[in-house]
């Protein structure tokens, strides 16, 4: 079946310092969404991508969506306390498809 | 605003106690989903509901059914709980039409179940 691999899984940032995740699918994605988890909270809904090569903006978050369909960026400029949480990349395979994939995630630190 | 409950954050229950955890939403989803979220495995999908009385397996659906007799209420049942399934586990719920560039889930708080 359908896999996404999603890293680092953990990573340690000194506040101001850029973060950045990737995220790889086995199959080419039909999108792909990006969800944040804060600490003892739920996933929440960041944005989707859907076209090749697609670049979304968010404030200090940047998207990014591969050529080919296959892989994902997520780039955070000047980390700061409020980024800190886990983020999960998660796709789709294509239309039809109810199942999103979840990447395994990856847990942002920000030391101030 | 989407809002996705849970019936309980925290629950403890006793090996081969049946367990029943609720969800229910009020946005008139099409979809409704069960996953299990451990640490380092991220989120995996139990099962999930594209319309009243209608299920699919998801990846981990073994010790694990679901009950959908209403849109809005999904139910996660564990026949016989067993110390491997304590963990915590999130209900989502999406609207689907038919294109994926608009279907994203809408998640409950979570229930964090330990079986003992």
């Known amino acids: 079946g359908q896999q996404v691999m999603q890293i680092p899984q953990y990573q340690h940032v000194q506040e101001g310092e850029d973060f950045t995740t990737y995220c790889n699918s086995s199959t080419t994605l039909s999108n792909i969404q990006w969800y944040k988890q804060r600490p003892g909270g739920h996933p929440v809904f960041l944005i989707q991508l859907v076209k090749s090569g697609e670049v979304k903006k968010q404030k200090r978050l940047t998207f990014q969506f591969g050529e080919a369909k296959k892989n994902s960026s997520l780039h955070i400029t000047a980390t700061q306390t409020t980024d800190v949480g886990t983020y999960f990349c998660?796709?789709?395979?294509?239309?039809?498809?109810?199942?999103?994939?979840f990447g395994k995630g990856t847990k942002l630190s920000v030391i101030p | 605003d989407v809002k996705v409950t849970q019936s309980s954050r925290y629950l403890v229950k006793r090996t081969g106690e049946k367990v029943f955890l609720e969800c229910v939403q009020d946005?008139?989803?099409?979809?409704m989903f069960w996953y299990r979220q451990d640490p380092g495995l991220g989120l995996r999908l139990i099962y999930f509901?594209?319309?009243?009385?209608?299920?699919e397996k998801g990846d981990i659906p073994e010790g694990y059914s679901v009950s959908r007799e209403k849109k809005e209420r999904f139910s996660l049942i564990l026949e016989s709980a067993s110390t491997n399934q304590t963990s915590m586990y999130l209900c989502a719920s999406s609207l689907y039409e038919y294109k994926p560039s608009t279907d994203t889930q809408y998640f409950g708080p979570g229930t964090r179940l330990t079986v003992l």
């Open positions: 509901s594209y319309d009243v009385k209608m299920k």
């Open positions: 946005m008139d989803h099409e979809n």
């Open positions: 998660a796709g789709f395979s294509g239309a039809g498809s109810y199942q999103l994939t």
